[in-house]
């Protein structure tokens, strides 16, 4: 069998969620789908949980991994004894992340990529059982964190994926990737604007589409990305209508003075998972004794109980209710019930939209970085396509429908899109113009 006809594989490795697409090069791609419970899903939790299972003398005596919605189910079962891990994409680029201590071994990020990636197989049931030798790994235009290494992430992935057993690794931009699984619904030459918005970043893609000779041919004209997405969106909502009433903004007393809560208890929000690491935190120590000095002890009081009490992942789906809420109504309720805390307030669209302003603006500024290295105004764009969860944000909508109009943009496959054509890339003949490998 020739590399021509040989099956490809497509991870779209994301930040909150992990899709894998295969295409044997004779039709569109395949999901690969995870059976949980009565259903089957394919967009699968970008998570790892950890648990120490101990024996009769308490020592531990078996480490247990599990991935996806099982660390999940692992974590919400037991948060005290278990250590979740997600959104770790957001360090593959990131040169301060060296290493994570879990139940007492050293991780570096590509031993957790790579823990992930074998539990992600095992639970695909045969599905991953034959890997080919060539996989097309997503990737970001712009990696997340304040000053990305981008060679840094590409060498950690190969690490990663070379302990699956693949041979053949390669790297496309992952709204690229979405493009591709839009070209298929084109009947005439078109140039294409593809706005992929991930958890941790947005990226996006211009790319000429054309038929020649009954094949769809296709030339990348320019990129751009910003590293600010869904998550980023999710923080806004928690530091606005969450924090303030855990004593974010309130004072306590010190001497004969009042000064505010430290400011950094509230910056751990930014993803639930890492709550249990605050907890953990010398910081506890002095969260714990302000309830003492507090001019508002009860908000105090509700913030130790959101630690101690891991309420965090319960509180992360009260966030992802209001956005949702949001996208199709002008005004919607937040409501957080957990143990003895009980956070509730009406929010406004537009005071949603308020708060995630600077996120807008700068996707608003890579869209028009996107444009300007292609050369291209917005008249020269046939079609526009939408992919990802916020894209479904009436704001992000709006910053195209300003530009584009509404007849040009279609969205479709949020979930889907990338893997699948991540898989098809994997055809092409000339895989240097749509991929790259890590760095020598």
């Keep these: 069998m020739t590399s021509a006809v040989?099956?490809?594989?497509?991870?779209?490795?994301?930040?909150?969620?992990?899709?894998?697409?295969?295409?044997?090069?004779?039709?569109?791609?395949?999901?690969?789908?995870f059976p949980v419970g009565d259903k089957d899903i394919f967009a699968f939790?970008?998570?790892?949980?950890?648990?120490?299972?101990a024996g009769p003398d308490g020592r531990p005596t078996e480490r247990v991994i599990e991935a996806g919605p099982w660390a999940i189910e692992a974590y919400v079962e037991d948060p005290l004894e278990t250590r979740f891990v997600q959104s770790f994409?957001?360090?593959?680029?990131?040169?301060?992340?060296?290493?994570?201590?879990?139940?007492?071994?050293?991780?570096?990020?590509?031993?957790?990529?790579?823990?992930f990636l074998f539990k992600?197989?095992?639970h695909a049931q045969g599905q991953m059982a034959d890997l080919p030798p060539r996989?097309?790994?997503?990737?970001?235009?712009?990696?997340a964190g304040g000053n990305p290494d981008e060679a840094l992430a590409l060498k950690r992935y190969e690490a990663a994926f070379e302990r699956l057993g693949f041979t053949d690794i390669r790297y496309a931009h992952e709204p690229v990737g979405a493009a591709f699984f839009f070209a298929r619904q084109l009947k005439e030459d078109a140039t294409v604007l593809?706005?992929?918005?991930?958890?941790g970043t947005s990226?996006?893609?211009?790319?000429r589409f054309e038929r020649q000779g009954g094949q769809l041919r296709s030339v990348p004209l320019a990129r751009s990305g910003v590293g600010v997405a869904g998550d980023a969106f999710d923080y806004r909502i928690i530091d606005n209508v969450v924090s303030p009433e855990l004593g974010k903004g309130s004072l306590y007393k010190a001497m004969s003075s009042r000064l505010p809560i430290p400011q950094r208890y509230y910056t751990a929000f930014?993803?639930?998972?890492?709550?249990?690491?605050?907890?953990?935190?010398?910081?506890?120590?002095d969260i714990r004794a302000l309830e003492r000095t507090a001019v508002e002890p009860e908000k105090i009081a509700r913030l130790i109980e959101v630690l101690d009490d891991n309420h965090g992942y319960a509180l992360y789906r009260s966030v992802s209710s209001l956005k949702e809420a949001l996208s199709g109504k002008e005004e919607a309720r937040f409501s957080f019930r957990a143990g003895s805390v009980v956070i509730e307030r009406d929010v406004a669209r537009t005071e949603f939209e308020s708060w995630i302003a600077p996120e807008l603006k700068a996707i608003e500024t890579a869209v028009d970085q996107a444009l300007e290295r292609s050369g291209l105004t917005a008249g020269g764009v046939d079609r526009v396509f939408l992919t990802g969860g916020s894209s479904f944000v009436p704001a992000v909508r709006e910053i195209f429908l300003r530009r584009f109009g509404a007849e040009r943009i279609e969205s479709g496959g949020e979930f889907e899109s990338i893997a699948s054509g991540l898989a098809l890339i994997g055809h092409e003949n000339d895989l240097d113009l749509w991929s790259e490998r890590a760095p020598g």
Excluded at 45 to 53: I, K, Q, V
Excluded at 89 to 109: G, H, M, N, P
Excluded at 136 to 141: L, N, Q, Y
Excluded at 203 to 207: E, M, N, P, T
């Design 120 to 122: 992600l197989r095992d």
């Design 135 to 143: 996989v097309i790994v997503g990737r970001p235009v712009t990696f």
């Design 203 to 207: 990226d996006f893609s211009i790319v």
């Design 89 to 115: 994409k957001t360090f593959a680029a990131s040169a301060a992340f060296t290493e994570t201590k879990i139940l007492d071994k050293r991780y570096q990020f590509e031993d957790l990529l790579a823990a």
């Design 45 to 53: 939790r970008s998570a790892l949980s950890f648990h120490s299972m």
């Design 194 to 199: 593809v706005a992929d918005f991930g958890g």
């Design 6 to 33: 040989q099956p490809t594989i497509g991870i779209d490795f994301g930040t909150t969620n992990t899709v894998v697409a295969i295409a044997d090069g004779q039709g569109p791609a395949r999901l690969v789908r």
């Design 270 to 285: 930014a993803r639930w998972d890492q709550l249990a690491m605050l907890r953990a935190s010398k910081d506890m120590r």
